[in-house]
């Protein structure tokens, strides 16, 4: 994208509430029916649908760590990035807020100790990794999947036929590893949005999902641009 246009901000904000919307809320609301799997596979088969869908319009990254790494890799501007990022906190917001009003349709939920789908280290995590596990784990599998998008729409390649599959199933295999870990972020913006909501712990904790998921995506630039030596393309689609 060349200049900022309200339209691209909108679909960068209208596909981080969709994400956060169907794959935080899979996970609030089905996760004891679906499993880990089906969690994955909702954050993945979700982002696949919106790179096809808004793709062309914002080039739909719906993720800062994306933005982030398309700044380091030259494919957009800085003044872009701030935009685009402060749409997709926005967007994560209005996400977190429509699963909590699904949420809090059935009886007897709390938000308190039902949680939000939030990230979380130590006490926070499902399985109660500390804070260098989840540190390192933010940081390789952010990188993974910033890598991929840069690579998959690279000017090598056709965006619009090449992108969607691979992005889609790389945060799915993302979520299989981290969900045990840490709820798996790899998004700042989806790590944002519940937190906020959801306040205590999860709002205290929220540094680590933006510092680590940040630092991937920059190594991820960095190798895309100086060890792959790829151009990256104006139209970089995508994430979580």
Known sequence: MKSISISALGAEGLGTALLVIFGVGTAVIAGDTVGTPGIALAFGLTLLALVYAIGPISGCHINPAVTVGALIARAITP??????????AVGALIGALVVLALASGRPGYSLSSDSLGTNGFAGSSPGEYDLVSVAVFETIATAT????????TARSVHPALAAGIPIGLTLTVLHLLGIGIDSTSVNPARSFGPALVAGGP???QLWVFVIFPVLGAVLAGLIHRFVLKVPASTDTAVSA
Do not use: G, N
Not at 79 to 88: D, G, L, N, S
Not at 145 to 152: D, E, G
């Open 145 to 152: 999947l910033v890598l991929v998008v840069l690579a998959t």
């Open 202 to 204: 999860a709002l205290s």
């Open 79 to 88: 003044i872009t990035a701030a935009f685009y990022i402060v749409a997709q």
